[in-house]
């Protein structure tokens, strides 16, 4: 079988330092990078707070038909059913969640999520504390001049307010979504982030159409396997793969997951599961498969 990835959680690429810069050069890098890397089909993130506007995303993701679904990046707060359908009229197939202003299953949210179930578009929810920056599990300021560089961009920054807690985007928000809106298509990221798993699981346990993306670095990775959370706690066929990661990251990216894999002694089916057809599925490639009755 001819390994196909499909990748859920790709961020359109941005230069920071300068926001106003054209995008479109950078995007024709992502895919040489992703398409050399292995990825044969990627969700890109984009519009809203993150990147370009909705237009100008969309014209540069035209521009890679075949590689990219347009999932767009929406604030329910402004977001409403009406707008979710002007989204899906202009070419986008996929809705991403994250920083909300109240809790993911707020009652004024659920307009908009069920008109993106009527359009059969899947959501990608954010899950726990937003990372970025620097991750001081793995480095500190102190001892790393690459995370004291970072570190000062970051505090030169910091009169950049954000209004956004982890404690509006938990797992246990989905299980509201899926339960009121049951052929949604839900994706919850980061296997719910760390002190989440064990939400995560359990909807997943339950929820028809929830599943759970495995993206989130090597610290999620770790925990991944230490807790069983791959196929033991959360079934192989509810779990999806995403980068989530710079562009020069997502080569490595893959190749972790493949020594993931080999270690779980995962066979062929289950990787293509975890790969490509988990995903597929979600966003209309392919048909779901059921067992004969």
């Known amino acids: 079988m001819t390994r196909k990835i ?12 300068k926001p106003e810069e054209d995008p479109a050069p950078m995007v024709d890098r992502l895919v040489d990078v992703a398409t050399t890397a292995g990825i044969t089909k990627s969700c890109l993130l984009t ?9 100008r995303g969309l014209e540069i993701a035209r521009k890679y038909g075949d590689f990219f ?6 604030d329910p707060e402004v977001i409403g059913p009406k707008e979710v359908s002007n989204l899906h009229a ?24 069920g008109r993106a179930q009527d359009l059969q578009m899947p959501i990608l929810f954010h ?5 970025g920056g620097l991750d001081y599990s793995r480095t500190h300021p102190r001892r790393s001049a690459d995370a004291a560089q970072a570190y000062h961009r970051m505090m030169a920054m910091s009169g950049m307010l954000r209004d956004v ?13 899926a339960s009121r809106f049951p052929r949604l298509r839900i994706i919850g990221a980061h296997l719910g982030n760390q002190g989440n798993y064990e939400f995560a699981a359990s909807v997943a346990r339950w929820r028809h ?18 807790r069983n959370l791959i196929g033991v706690e959360i079934g192989i066929e509810k779990l999806v793969w995403g980068s989530d990661c710079g562009m020069d990251e997502i080569k490595e990216h893959i ?21 490509w057809a988990n995903a597929a599925e979600i966003y209309g490639l392919e048909e779901p498969t059921f067992a004969e009755e």
């Open 6 to 17: 499909l990748d859920v959680h790709m961020h359109f690429p941005r230069n920071w330092e």
């Open 47 to 55: 519009g809203g707070r993150f990147g370009p506007s909705y237009e």
């Open 69 to 74: 679904i347009p999932v767009a990046v929406i």
């Open 90 to 113: 202009m070419g986008y197939r996929g809705l991403k969640i994250i920083g909300t202003a109240r809790d993911y299953d707020c009652p004024d949210y659920m307009p908009a999520y």
């Open 127 to 131: 899950m726990g504390v937003i990372g």
């Open 165 to 177: 807690s982890a404690s509006r985007m938990n797992p246990l928000h989905l299980d509201t979504i």
């Open 209 to 226: 159409h929830v599943w759970f993306d495995m993206s989130g670095g090597e610290t999620i990775e770790r925990h991944a396997v230490e």
């Open 255 to 275: 190749d972790r997951f493949d020594a993931i894999y080999d270690q779980l002694e995962l066979d062929e089916d289950q990787r293509h599961r975890l790969w």
